[in-house]
């Protein structure tokens, strides 16, 4: 019996730096968000007005003493009657028009800056997966990196890296993916903001997670083992569970982020004194629902994807489906895209001797799983539980399936032209 497959299994171990882990295609074992194409969005930051509020003054405010008039103090009386309701009328303006009167004594709160939200949304797994994200970086005044499970020492090593304090070389020399991150922000100065789930957030949750992997890894293994039908169950425990987990972490995130940006501009007056605030935040491309919320919440959101298009494996497609409500009805189809998932790993397995590009391994892998219905990947299953080593190049054969051999015929097989 074979004790697991040789591909590389669903995640790697946590990273120092915890940014998460990476996993299939990319992702980390928490992804999702509808369609399994999204097509990109380059947006610069956008330009957006600020309201400027008045509050209401203490002037005029009548005394508890009356004065003996005059004989022509009623006309004193009547002209300080106009003046103040002048003075109403003004109040009555800045409070609904949210423009500035020519106020008489009116005290104006200190303007507020703006605010704007860019999400670069990209796997990550090698250096290349970060590749587009410098220029973001240069045109943010915050960076939010995604940080599953961070801990206070965390936030330090990536000051200390924002700082110049730390070289991001001398602690993710094992991580290409993220060692070019710290590379793009090391010595920047820049502030750096975790909004994600903290690994004290909720113990229970991190357990759930742990346990989303080994579902994974179960499939995998049976799948390898000829017992199809029973990965094809663990790959369904899998979304069934990461769905769940999925909508929770986000809405952490969500509830995070307003949160602690505006606590940081109140605490660091030299922003507060900006025009525009731009805050970065940089996310596996899963997890795009993100920036659908903010923007039907009303904030100032613009979104880029490291490549285009960005295509998720299937798995991840089935996992998008059950959590954003858009399942297939179909078992088959169901059953179908559970099959195709675990196939595609082994097929990434051979793939990434090949390339660094994660999103173009994805594509590739679409292309030739496609070629194969259920049964075609049943029976791959079969033929790897009687050969004592598991092959994707020769099974493929058998259907008359040939793998690309470089990257450049991959590169022909995405009609991309250099």
Known sequence: MKTGAPARLWRDPPSPFGFGRASEGGQKFLPPNPLPVCPP??????KFSVRIFAKKSSDFVQGSEFPKKSANSWLFDFKGLIFSRFL????????????????????????????????????????EDAKNLEQAFQEA???????????????????????GRINP???????????????????????IILVDISKDDDAEFLKRGNRADRFVDQALELFANGRFDQALIKAEEFVN????????????????????????IEEHPEYGQKEEVRVLISLGSAHTSLYRDLKQKGLFV?????????????LMEALRRKTFDSPLKNKKDNDGLFARGILEHFLRGYLETRTNN??????????????LNLNDIKKISNDFAKSKQINIFLELKKFNIRLPESEQEMDEMLDIKK
């Open 358 to 371: 994660t999103n173009k391994i994805n594509r590739v892998s679409r292309i030739i799983s496609s070629q």
């Open 169 to 191: 070389e001398d602690v993710f020399n094992k991580n290409s993916f993220l060692l070019q991150i710290g590379k793009i922000f090391y010595n920047s100065h820049k502030p």
């Open 88 to 127: 109403i009328y003004l109040r009555y303006m800045d409070k609904f028009s949210g423009e500035k009167s020519p106020s008489i004594g009116v005290e104006q709160k200190e303007k507020e800056p703006k605010i704007s939200y860019h999400f670069f949304f990209a796997p990550h797994v090698t250096a």
């Open 141 to 163: 005044d915050i960076f939010v990196p995604e940080a599953y499970a961070h801990t206070p020492a965390t936030l330090e090593l990536a000051r200390g890296i924002a700082d």
């Open 302 to 314: 613009s979104r880029g994807f490291n490549e285009s298009p960005t295509v998720y494996p299937p």
């Open 41 to 46: 969005e380059l947006k610069s930051f956008s």
């Open 241 to 264: 569970l990461c769905s769940r987990l999925i909508l929770q972490r986000e809405e952490i995130i969500k509830n995070n982020l307003e949160v602690k940006i505006k606590e940081f």
